[in-house]
């Protein structure tokens, strides 16, 4: 069993839903996908506040998905509970955090699947697995009961296979969430090196959208990914050095190793990267007051094979979203080779609405042309 590290028994009508397995859910242990975790977690007490919308609605809970380890890690890999396997290519990641929850969906063992996304975790197994996901506004979606990794990063979001299911997520987690469409929409593109077939895919979606598009620049972006990147593993050496000081082995040793980096660094730079985060919120701000919605690839390469997969920390364009909070929305693009693309649509905060019905507008006008 790799998709889920608890599976139910379900039936009758109601939505299929899938729950990352760092989502409290009463009655059921919490693991994270860590060892560590799991030999000494129990029952929870009550679900996490973000289940109550699908409680209410009657979801069907097919089971409780794996993911990396901690919620730490692109790749998917779990060396305690297996790896999800890739339904598009086995050989290839599924990607992570979010990897099983990614698979569940993919594979239609579930309608909408939860996710958190903390550096990229929902956006990037979604685009390895071709799929659709949604990073919500940081804040939006409350956090209780939900695994800590970076408190200033996390987010829970859903994942689906196509942008109906994407809102009827929305829908769970936030009963009366209803998409705004708009039709003028102005959007910005930012270049950034990428494998050429995504790069040419991302531009036939765009003209096939008839959106308004412009060339941007953003010199911040790459330092916007370090400050991202420090402050994330600062924030998650806080979050888990419990558990690497007191269970060491029951920790990955990819996991140990971040999480022990996030310890190494100075308080000088910890706040000139907290300062990079105000100035980079600005940024944004100002941009978005001239545009719409600011496109860039989900990663700019396709998923690598297992035993390569560091090639998605520096093949995603997710993280700078994260140190900004704004929400998100990746969902495949077709490209003229044997896997899809992803584009990655960015909105100023709080803007899902507009997000996802612009994304259904996409989705359509690429079935179509």
């Not at 790896?83 to 594979?107: D, E, I, K, Y």
């Not at 060491?248 to 910890?270: K, N, Q, Y």
Request: hydrophobic share 40%; net charge negative; glycine share 12%.
């Amino acid at each position: 069993m790799t998709t889920f590290i608890t599976r139910y028994d379900t039936s009758g009508p109601g939505v299929k839903l899938a729950v990352k397995d760092l989502i409290d859910m009463a009655g059921e242990p919490t693991t994270a996908g860590c060892r560590a975790v799991a030999e000494r977690a129990a029952p929870a007490e009550r679900d996490a506040v973000c289940m109550a919308g699908a409680r209410a609605a009657g979801a069907r809970i097919v089971g409780r998905t794996n993911l990396h380890e901690l919620a730490l890690g692109v790749t998917g890999i779990n060396p305690w509970f297996g790896t999800p396997v890739n339904p598009l290519n086995p050989r290839l990641v599924p990607g992570g955090s979010s990897s099983g929850s990614a698979v569940a969906v993919a594979t239609r063992e579930a309608d909408v699947a939860y996710g958190s996304d903390t550096g990229g975790s929902i956006r990037i197994p979604a685009a390895c697995c071709g799929i659709t996901g949604l990073k919500t506004t940081w804040g939006r979606v409350s956090l209780e009961g939900v695994w800590p990794l970076s408190p200033s990063f996390d987010t829970v979001g859903p994942m689906a296979r196509d942008l109906a299911g994407l809102v009827l997520g929305m829908e769970l987690l936030e009963p009366g969430f209803t998409v705004a469409p708009r039709t003028d929409i102005v959007v910005g593109r930012l270049q950034v090196p990428t494998d050429p077939l995504i790069s040419a895919a991302i531009d036939r979606a765009l003209q096939v959208s008839e959106w308004t598009c412009m060339e941007v620049e953003l010199p911040e972006w790459d330092q916007a990914t370090r400050h991202a990147g420090l402050l994330l593993v600062v924030e998650a050496w806080q979050s888990d050095r419990e558990l690497v000081l007191q269970h060491p082995e029951g920790i990955g040793a990819d996991v140990r190793d971040r999480l022990t980096t996030g310890s190494t660094f100075d308080d000088a730079t910890i706040t000139g990267a907290w300062a990079g985060q105000r100035s980079w919120q600005a940024t944004l701000g100002e941009l978005f007051n001239r545009v719409d919605f600011l496109i860039t690839p989900t990663l700019t390469i396709f998923p690598p094979g297992t035993d390569d997969g560091g090639e998605l920390l520096v093949g995603r364009c997710t993280i700078p979203v994260n140190l900004a909070g704004v929400p998100a929305l990746s969902l495949p693009v077709p490209t003229s080779g044997p896997l899809p693309g992803s584009i990655q649509v960015i909105g100023p905060p709080g803007s899902e609405e507009r997000l996802l019905a612009a994304g259904t507008w996409l989705e359509s006008a690429i079935a179509t042309n």
